[in-house]
């Protein structure tokens, strides 16, 4: 099984731009049966039109709120993917691929801000504890670091945030 996740920082305005010409050279390349794809910023791509472009069997679009966020969620054939919960900062799924394994995937694009942190994790622990019996895949954009060597840039790194984080 395959997965793919990219924080793509931005889609352009369609999907016939050089941005979404490499997305297609990626999910060729990595043969990608679940690709996820984060803060698209764009709030005008259709959920047939991407199914259409990507030539995928199912596609989740959370259109972008105003020029942030924005998530997108791409399955091929032979995973099924039902979306248990989903909001413009995470997607919950409950997966079968066709050798009838059924896990639990997690994709998240965390508050680049932190004003939603705590809620957002908390959301992450009752998906995992509620399908505790199953394997739990996690991937995306944590917007998080889990050691203050991991800090780049001004100012010191938040340690509560961080303990929280790996908590």
């Not at 069997?57 to 969620?73: E, K, N």
């Not at 989903?86 to 997690?106: E, H, K, R, T």
């Not at 504890?129 to 991937?139: A, D, N, R």
Request: charged share 15%.
């Amino acid at each position: 099984m395959t997965f793919l996740a990219w924080n793509c920082r931005g889609s352009g305005g369609s999907l016939r731009n050089s941005k979404m010409a490499h997305l297609t050279r990626l999910l060729t390349s990595t043969k990608a049966q679940v690709c996820f794809i984060s803060e698209t910023r764009n709030s005008s791509i259709s959920h047939t039109s991407f199914i259409t472009q990507f030539n995928v069997v199912d596609a989740t679009v959370i259109p972008a709120q105003g020029q942030s966020r924005g998530l997108w969620l791409i399955g091929k054939q032979d995973v099924n993917t039902n979306i248990v919960d989903q909001s413009p900062n995470y997607i919950f799924a409950l997966c079968n691929n066709n050798l009838d394994n059924q896990f639990g995937l997690v994709y998240i694009y965390g508050d680049p801000h932190h004003h939603n942190t705590s809620t957002i994790w908390s959301q992450v622990l009752d998906f995992v504890v509620t399908k505790g019996s199953l394997p739990i895949f996690c991937m995306g954009d944590m917007n998080d670091i889990m050691n203050a060597n991991e800090k780049l840039g001004p100012g010191r790194p938040d340690l509560r945030r961080i303990n929280a984080f790996c908590d």
